[in-house]
T-cell receptor, first 115, second 111 residues
Framework: ETGVTQTPRHLVMGMTNKKSLKCEQH?????MYWYKQSAKKPLELMFV???????ENNSVPSRFSPECPNSSHLFLHLHTLQPEDSALYLC??????????????FGNGTRLTVT | KQEVTQIPAALSVPEGENLVLNCSFT??????LQWFRQDPGKGLTSLLL?????REQTSGRLNASLDKSSGRSTLYIAASQPGDSATYLC??????????FGAGTRLFVKA
């Protein structure tokens, strides 16, 4: 039980499919994040939302579309993905006062395979 | 641009050994540094967070130090156990909500 729940745990999709990843946090945090973890590479920050407003878009291709309807839920909508988008997608949350003592809390991730 | 480097990339030790993992960062203007553990196919579990004004933090057999001026942090694991086998990641937080991660150290503790 991590306090941050991601669904589905595994997803296989074709390049023409449309799917969505879901993240829910039960920690009362107001900032939520999407990270991408590819093999042999450091975690890459994709998007940040603070109080439902997007504060960071790290030059992510438009085939990834985030949505944050409230501070507890975060989605990542996927369409026309490429095989190189196959990775572990991690959601995290933190208190919005992201200062000296506000650690990130991660979910278990969604393992995405694009065929 | 902040860059975080972790050395070594992989480490194999016998059970019971004390060990040190290293993390270095290029921009000393950080708010905090966080150490995580990641088991295969899982998310990240926070181990320790050191604020920029602090020198070290301890939790059980783990001790993390921070030397902000030199851009270095170490994670010391005492009396290692097979259950400590995992990938250990360090991450630094600078301005805004950007947290930059190192590539990790993959640790294997042999029984």
């Amino acid at each position: 039980e991590t306090g941050v729940t991601q669904t589905p745990r595994h997803l296989v999709m074709g390049m023409t499919n449309k799917k969505s990843l879901k993240c829910e946090q039960h920690l009362g945090h107001n900032a939520m994040y999407w990270y991408k973890q590819s093999a042999k590479k450091p975690l890459e920050l994709m998007f940040v939302y603070n109080f439902k407003e997007q504060t960071e878009n790290n030059s992510v291709p438009s085939r990834f579309s985030p949505e944050c309807p409230n501070s507890s839920h975060l989605f990542l909508h996927l369409h026309t993905l490429q095989p190189e988008d196959s990775a572990l997608y991690l959601c995290a949350s933190s208190p919005s006062d992201r200062g000296l003592n506000s650690p990130l809390h991660f979910g278990n991730g969604t393992r995405l395979t694009v065929t | 641009k902040q860059e975080v480097t972790q050395i070594p990339a992989a480490l194999s030790v016998p059970e019971g050994e004390n060990l040190v993992l290293n993390c270095s960062f290029t921009d000393s203007a950080i708010y905090n540094l966080q150490w995580f553990r990641q088991d295969p196919g899982k998310g990240l579990t926070s181990l320790l967070l050191i604020q920029s004004s602090q020198r070290e933090q301890t939790s059980g057999r783990l001790n993390a130090s921070l030397d902000k001026s030199s851009g270095r942090s170490t994670l010391y694991i005492a009396a290692s156990q097979p259950g400590d086998s995992a990938t250990y990641l360090c991450a630094v937080q600078g301005g805004g909500f950007k947290t930059i991660f190192g590539a990790g150290t993959r640790l294997f503790v042999k029984a």
